[in-house]
């Protein structure tokens, strides 16, 4: 694999990293728990979004087909996503929500930190401007995971199942495909397992606050990163792309 | 969005400095279950078109208001005191901002 055709799949990954948590998020707007939390969790999904176009178009301008942001994100099927399983699982009661953008957030934060140091200058470039977001992102979930973790018996119960349950879906942020391999080679991406070591350390220090249990590792779901997805992913891009699809070309 | 949450969490008024060196300025008010979560809620709510840098967080119920039976007392007298007004000097040319 060139560096090329890496930096394309790498690109597709962020982006739809992004683009699919955003959407999983966006399910809250009008049914959030409270109202502020409902503006919040669409200011979330918004900078999740407004990365995927980012991410999309650089990926459109790497491939050099003429795809735009547009068709990539709409008129790509399934096996064509390449985002990791944990973000396109459904949303789930607000533990499971908040439980599942900590999980994520924490990969996150140290990812867009050590892009903004590589050796690419557009991924540099989106990725100066993601780390602001995802800082605030990584506190605004932390926080309501002590909330829920230290909370009642029930919030406490609800967060500690959303965690065992999600846990099997971490494994897979760290497992590196060829082309993240390809990349970390050409000091573009950064290692995944330095990522992890900071990814670990926050999950630890965070859960022991909200007096949750780290669950053991196990097996670890994959695929995702190779088009191979759950089940819930071709539903949620059906709803998504259902505009495109039906009315090829159509604008605002 | 029941009245239990608003039974739950106080309400707090939300203060915005637009620009430093400027007042900040009422802006509206919100539920939280702290300050910290108001001033998190403060930073979702009013502050995402870029309306300001700084965010105070009162709770409600520490504000004490004036009452509107209070009026006449507080205000009125001050109506019919114009010298207290600094108008009745010759402005310089050239000096702005007054």
Known sequence: ????????????????????????????CGHGPVLEEDIAQANIALDLIG?????????????????????????RGEREYLNVHLVELPKGDYARTIVRSFLFD???LPLQQALATGKDERLKGIAE???KEVTYHLRHSSEWLVRFGDGTDESHRRAQEALDDLWRYTGELFTPDEAEEVLAQAGIAPKLDTIRMEWSATVDRVLKEATLTRPADGWMASGGKK????EHLGPMLAEMQTLQRSYPGVEW | ????????????????????????????????ADA??????????????NEGNSIW???????????????????????DKVYRHPTFYPMPEGVKYI
Not at chain 1, 10 to 27: F, I, M, T
Not at chain 1, 227 to 230: F, K, M, P, R, S
Request: glycine fraction near 6%; avoid cysteine; hydrophobic fraction near 40%.
């Open chain 1, 227 to 230: 088009g191979v997805h759950t």
């Open chain 2, 36 to 49: 910290q979560m108001a001033v998190e809620n403060a930073r979702d709510v009013y502050t995402r078109r």
């Open chain 1, 1 to 28: 694999m060139t560096v090329q055709e890496a930096l394309f799949r790498y690109a597709l990954r962020l982006g739809d990293n992004s683009l699919v948590l955003g959407h999983r998020n966006s399910e809250w």
């Open chain 2, 1 to 32: 969005m029941s009245s239990k949450n608003e039974q739950d969490w106080p309400l707090w008024e939300i203060f915005i400095q637009s620009k430093r060196g400027l007042d900040h300025k009422h802006v509206g008010s919100l539920h939280a």
């Open chain 2, 57 to 79: 967080a009162v709770r409600a119920t520490d504000i004490h208001a004036s009452r509107p039976e209070d009026q006449g007392a507080f205000f009125d007298p001050a109506d």
């Open chain 1, 129 to 131: 401007k993601a780390v």
């Open chain 1, 106 to 108: 924490a990969f996150h």
């Open chain 1, 51 to 75: 990365q995927a176009r980012n991410y999309l178009t650089y990926a459109g301008e790497v491939e050099d087909k003429g795809r735009s942001e547009d068709a990539l994100a709409y008129l």
